[in-house]
Nanobody, 122 residues
């Protein structure tokens, strides 16, 4: 399985970006798909995840601002990011977990994309 993340860039505070994660190699319809991020000098942290059914979970700091969604037919996962803040600046990674259960532990995810950089200026 290969995951390709895209959509990052430079945006002003209050702006929006939509990240995409395209999967190839096999269908990911049964996988939980997640987004993580790693800010400069910090550890990678969980951002959001979505089950095949569309059920979602978010870390508290992005609730109400970010929305994760998935297109099972085309093997794509999205992260819509609104009301961006400078503290959202990070490299964002998508990941796939071959279980039907949510987890925020990165070591439980089986496949990872290469990351896409998001920079939010104040």
């Amino acid at each position: 399985v290969q995951l390709q993340a895209s959509g990052g860039g430079l945006v002003q505070a209050g702006g929006s970006l939509r990240l995409s994660c395209a999967a190839s190699g096999r269908t990911l319809s049964s996988y939980v798909m997640g987004w993580f991020r790693q800010a400069p000098g910090k550890e990678r942290e969980f951002v959001a995840a979505i089950k095949w059914s569309g059920i979602t979970t978010y870390t508290d700091s992005v609730k109400g601002r970010f929305a994760i969604s998935r297109d099972n037919a085309n093997n794509i996962v999205y992260l819509q990011m609104n009301s961006l803040k400078p503290e959202d600046t990070a490299v964002y990674f998508c990941a796939a977990d071959n279980t039907p259960y949510f987890t925020r532990r990165e070591y439980e995810y089986d496949y990872w994309g290469q990351g896409t950089k998001v920079t939010v200026s104040s």
